[in-house]
């Protein structure tokens, strides 16, 4: 039995948090069963450090390393609560899979490789939190020509996909990719461009919330087409799949430098970054899916009413839903995802997707560091 429970560990871009998520892989390969999940938030500091490193900054090596190490001791933390709330002990878990902080992601430039980068220790991880981790699970799929990401697709077909119909499933954290389940069994993903990070960041400095709860304050404002057109004019968005981003390119310079000039209420700049999102999300399952039936919603940006009713009202012919109506809870999605990926690997199984990375084939991803 012990060789059937994984954990996955998930912190995204959006920068909330960390999700912890306890589920049981049963070697006959039936469904997996999920046990247990936690969320706990990053402390202020922790979260504030992660973000400045997104960019360029003095000392960033140290600075990078060290929080790294505090990474990996707040996963181990959740961990331990994990594992005392469902009532298991460490030994009786075969794998963690942790995804890291990504901080930069560059697949193919500058030497035709690149890089993405994840901070965390994942020797430390498996010191205090005495499972196995299974982490560094992106920079395989670059090696082999891909863009590292998405990786979920492969999941979100082994969960969702049905035959005989056209599914998507996007998760909308940081930034919003999507999963596009093909009725005859094809599996395309990719990322469709900024999720809440805009949202966020303008909301953080205008009001001082954390987010935009609901998409009340977009919803009081009124969209600008003026920005709109210039937010959507941004080349990545005709880029063909695979592609992949991040905040190297959706960031707080990239929104100034298109609202110069602009005299907007506030509220209004929300809106017009509420409705990038969504048509982006629209877009892209229109372009490379348009017979979709069911469009599956998890990640934080579930929970934003006004931008789910946008993405109803842009996609009339598609059933817009939160993946909690497919028995996956929104916020459990992305955590289970790598607890998957951490079975693949002990598994000596494959878990890449080339068709949605990119990468030349099939790949063993993640380094691990045994208990």
């Known amino acids: 039995m012990s ?156 969960q969702f996909g049905q035959t005989g119909r056209d599914i998507a499933v996007v998760n909308i954290g940081g930034i919003s990719n999507i999963s596009l389940l093909g009725a005859d069994g094809s599996t395309l993903g990719f990322d469709c461009g900024p999720g809440n990070c805009l949202m966020d960041a303008w909301i953080q400095e205008h009001l001082g919330h954390e987010f935009d709860a609901s998409g009340a304050w977009a919803a009081l404002g009124q969209v600008s087409t003026a920005l709109l057109d210039r937010l959507l004019a941004e080349p990545f968005f005709t880029l063909p799949p695979p592609r992949s981003t991040g905040r190297d390119l959706f960031n707080r310079a990239w929104l100034d430098s298109r609202l110069q000039h602009a005299d907007l209420r506030q509220e209004d700049v929300q809106a017009s970054l509420l409705e990038l999102s969504a048509q982006t999300i629209a877009q892209s399952l229109l372009q490379h899916s348009p017979n979709t039936t069911e469009l599956l919603v998890c990640g934080g940006g579930a929970f934003n009413t006004q931008l789910m009713t946008r993405m109803q009202a842009l996609l009339p012919h598609t059933q817009v839903m939160t993946s909690d109506a497919r028995g996956l809870p929104v916020m459990q999605v992305e955590a289970a995802a790598f607890a998957w990926l951490a079975m693949r690997h002990l598994r000596q199984l494959p878990g890449n997707l080339a068709a949605a990375t990119g990468a030349l084939g099939p790949r063993l991803l993640g380094a691990l560091y045994p208990a």
């Open 3 to 158: 060789s059937e429970l994984f954990i996955g560990l998930m912190s995204g871009t959006s920068l909330d948090g960390v999700d912890a998520l306890l589920a049981r892989f049963p070697a006959d390969g039936t469904a997996m069963q999920v046990l247990g999940h936690l969320h706990q938030p990053f402390s202020k500091p922790l979260r504030d450090e992660l973000l400045a490193l997104n960019s360029p900054g003095h000392n960033e090596l140290h600075r990078a390393a060290l929080a790294a190490n505090a990474l990996a001791r707040s996963y181990a933390d959740l961990v331990a609560q994990l594992l005392e709330a469902c009532g298991v002990v460490a030994s009786e878990v075969a794998a963690l899979g942790a995804h890291g902080q990504t901080v930069r992601h560059r697949p193919g430039e500058f030497d035709g490789c690149g890089y993405t980068t994840q901070l965390l220790n994942g020797a430390l991880l498996a010191e205090q939190s005495g499972v196995a981790v299974v982490c560094d699970l992106r920079s395989r799929d670059v090696a082999a020509g891909g863009q590292g990401a998405p990786l979920v697709p492969a999941f979100h077909r082994a």
